[in-house]
């Protein structure tokens, strides 16, 4: 231990009840930091995740088709030049096997899953729904999405299997009052297909259970009268996060839009990123307080130490040794603060976790949801380390300013 640390020990222990405040508020600082950013950012992951089990991460849409408007060139000639003006969009896919075919060429592409989508009714003996009825090829689907863990009841085996079954949302299925195995009847445009349904799935995002029902694409194809063609392709991406720059590079090569998660569900993605800035602001107040109770503690020690210090300065000892003493009592709590203040703000969102939440409309979950992520810890000591050092430099500056014979004259400011 240098000379300095062990000075800078002795001064802080003496000042116990000082040095404990500011070490309890640095604590708390640093403990509910962590807990708030853990909680925020357990919603928004979660919500993603759900997301992403159900939409994919991109889908491809409509074709792009470039418009052309012809303008004079300048002089008044009759030469004429086009002038890119925008871009029109046709509705649907019109080659999805061939679109497919390119796309799971793409290095980070999971899979790839052609959907026939098309607005319907449904009717059982209890009531009539309006609903979304997609049609998809089974094994490519389960590649895109998490499908197969949202299944509550019935069997997947049984669509696969069974080209008039049919796969429908929990919400859409407690409307229509229908179990695995009942039958209903999907209608469009005066013609009705019955159809049995072999598993009731929930994805936990209200909107899409209340109206989506997943049927064969053949079936699909015939019901919509669609022999051809797809209205989307969704895609799933071993790395999510790269989905915006694979979407802007897929929308060049195959001149069809592309839409990825993060532009999908931009709004819901910038109120999580608020939330997350608002608690982060709000707790940052502890970590404020934390470095008003070091200045104050620092500030009495000068105060007390005066003598000691001018002890310090006789035998030898420069303005920047004087500072390094007083800087060391601030890293001594620092330290302390965010170990304890991590382990205490990790048990706290170990317990919160434990909580019992019920929630069912954005997503479904049962517990609080949470993120465990390292740079929540980063950002709390980060945080705690900035304030506290700069609430430190006054009392250490002030503290190097003593002169020996100022401090013995008692003229010492």
């Given at each position: 231990?240098s000379?300095?640390?062990?000075?800078?020990?002795?001064?802080?222990?003496?000042?116990?009840?000082?040095?404990?405040?500011?070490?309890?508020?640095?604590?708390?600082?640093?403990?509910?930091?962590?807990?708030?950013?853990?909680?925020?950012?357990?919603?928004?992951?979660?919500?993603?995740?759900?997301?992403?089990?159900?939409?994919?991460?991109?889908?491809?849409?409509?074709?792009i088709?470039?418009?052309?408007?012809?303008?004079?060139?300048?002089?008044?000639?009759?030469?004429?030049?086009?002038q890119?003006?925008?871009?029109?969009y046709?509705?649907?896919?019109?080659?999805?096997?061939?679109i497919?075919?390119?796309?799971?060429?793409f290095?980070?592409?999971?899979?790839?899953?052609?959907?026939?989508?098309?607005?319907?009714?449904?009717?059982?003996?209890?009531?009539?729904e309006?609903?979304?009825?997609?049609?998809?090829?089974?094994d490519?689907?389960?590649?895109?999405?998490?499908?197969?863990?949202?299944?509550?009841?019935?069997?997947?085996?049984?669509?696969?299997?069974?080209?008039s079954?049919?796969l429908?949302?929990?919400?859409?299925?407690?409307?229509?009052?229908?179990?695995?195995?009942?039958?209903?009847?999907?209608?469009?445009?005066g013609?009705?297909?019955?159809?049995?349904?072999?598993?009731?799935?929930?994805?936990g995002?209200?909107?899409?259970?209340?109206?989506?029902?997943?049927v064969?694409?053949?079936?699909?194809?015939?019901?919509?009268?669609?022999?051809?063609?797809?209205t989307?392709i969704?895609?799933?991406?071993?790395?999510?996060?790269?989905?915006?720059?694979?979407?802007?590079?897929?929308?060049?090569?195959?001149?069809?839009?592309?839409?990825?998660?993060?532009?999908?569900?931009?709004?819901?993605?910038?109120?999580?990123?608020?939330?997350?800035?608002?608690?982060?602001i709000t707790?940052?107040?502890?970590?404020?307080?934390?470095?008003?109770?070091?200045?104050?503690?620092?500030?009495?020690?000068v105060?007390?130490?005066?003598?000691?210090?001018?002890?310090?300065?006789?035998?030898?000892?420069e303005?920047?040794?004087?500072?390094?003493?007083?800087l060391?009592?601030?890293?001594?709590?620092?330290?302390i603060?965010?170990?304890?203040g991590?382990?205490f703000?990790?048990?706290?969102?170990?317990?919160?976790?434990?909580?019992?939440?019920?929630?069912?409309?954005?997503?479904?979950?049962?517990?609080f949801?949470?993120?465990?992520?390292t740079?929540?810890?980063?950002?709390a000591?980060?945080?705690?380390?900035?304030?506290v050092?700069?609430?430190?430099?006054?009392?250490?500056?002030?503290?190097?300013r003593?002169e020996?014979?100022?401090i013995?004259?008692?003229?010492?400011?």
């Open positions: 231990m000379p300095n640390l062990r000075i800078a020990y002795r001064f802080l222990t003496a000042k116990k009840r000082a040095m404990l405040m500011s070490l309890s508020c640095t604590i708390l600082g640093v403990g509910l930091f962590v807990v708030t950013q853990a909680t925020t950012s357990g919603f928004e992951v979660f919500f993603i995740r759900t997301i992403l089990g159900s939409d994919g991460a991109m889908r491809i849409e409509d074709k088709q470039d418009t052309m408007r012809s303008m004079d060139a300048a002089g008044g000639s009759d030469f004429q030049v086009g890119k003006e925008g871009v029109k046709i509705e649907g896919i019109e080659e999805p096997a061939r497919m075919e390119i796309v799971s060429e290095a980070n592409v999971h899979g790839v899953s052609a959907v026939l989508r098309g607005s319907v009714q449904l009717s059982s003996w209890f009531k009539n309006e609903a979304q009825v997609f049609g998809i090829k089974l490519d689907h389960l590649r895109v999405s998490n499908l197969h863990n949202q299944i509550m009841s019935g069997s997947l085996d049984e669509f696969r299997n069974s080209p079954t049919a429908v949302g929990r919400v859409l299925a407690d409307r229509l009052q229908l179990t695995a195995g009942d039958s209903f009847t999907i209608n469009l445009r013609e009705s297909r019955r159809f049995r349904v072999a598993a009731i799935y929930e994805t995002y209200r909107e899409i259970d209340k109206t989506r029902v997943y064969d694409l053949v079936a699909a194809r015939s019901l919509l009268k669609r022999p051809t063609g797809a989307f969704q895609i799933s991406l071993n790395d999510p996060d790269r989905a915006p720059a694979e979407a802007a590079h897929m929308e060049e090569v195959l001149r069809h839009s592309v839409k990825d998660w993060k532009q999908r569900e931009k709004t819901w993605l910038t109120v999580f990123n608020a939330l997350s800035v608002s608690t982060g707790v940052t107040i502890f970590t404020l307080i934390a470095s008003l109770a070091m200045f104050n503690t620092l500030a009495m020690i105060l007390e130490k005066t003598k000691d210090i001018a002890i310090l300065r006789s035998m030898g000892y303005r920047r040794d004087i500072t390094q003493v007083f060391w009592q601030a890293v001594i709590v620092l330290a603060g965010a170990v304890v991590g382990l703000g990790a048990g706290v969102t170990w317990a919160v976790g434990q909580v019992p939440l019920p929630i069912n409309g954005i997503f479904k979950t049962e517990t949801p949470i993120s465990w992520q740079r929540h810890y980063v950002e000591i980060a945080t705690a380390v900035v304030m050092m700069i609430a430190s430099l006054a009392p250490a500056r002030r503290a190097a003593l020996p014979g100022d013995i004259r008692g003229t010492a400011q």
